[in-house]
């Protein structure tokens, strides 16, 4: 069983910084990709950053020069620094993984979120 676990939401002022965490944890062969998610209420999910191949990273326009991921392999564990924080950036943010078990299933997950919430 693949488990992914989010930490570092906080309440934080317009301008400050965040770091979140996602750390995957179970019966891991590979992770193919790895990412975060961002949800505000009423609003879709969408995409923040992530790892799209190899050492490529993909982020989000409205997050470009703010925001940045990164990661530690050996530890599966992958990281949002975000700085510049903006009221906007309020949601919840999830990490996302695809993910290939040691039986060779592929497999799309999800943590269970940490808040963001930005105070102007």
């Known amino acids: 069983q693949v488990q992914l676990v989010e930490s570092g939401g906080d309440l934080v002022q317009a301008g400050g910084s965040l770091r979140l965490s996602c750390a995957a944890s179970?019966?891991?062969?590979?992770?193919?990709?790895m990412g975060w998610y961002r949800q505000a209420p009423g609003k879709q999910r969408e995409l923040v950053a992530a790892f799209t191949s190899g050492a490529t990273t993909n982020h989000a326009d409205s997050v470009k020069g703010r925001f940045t991921i990164s990661r530690d392999n050996a530890k599966k564990m992958w990281y949002l620094q975000m700085t510049s924080l903006k009221p906007e950036d309020t949601a919840v943010y999830y990490c996302n993984a695809e993910i290939i078990t040691n039986r060779g299933r592929w497999g799309n997950y999800w943590g269970q979120g940490t808040q963001v919430t930005v105070s102007s």
């Open positions: 179970g019966s891991i062969l590979s992770i193919d990709r």
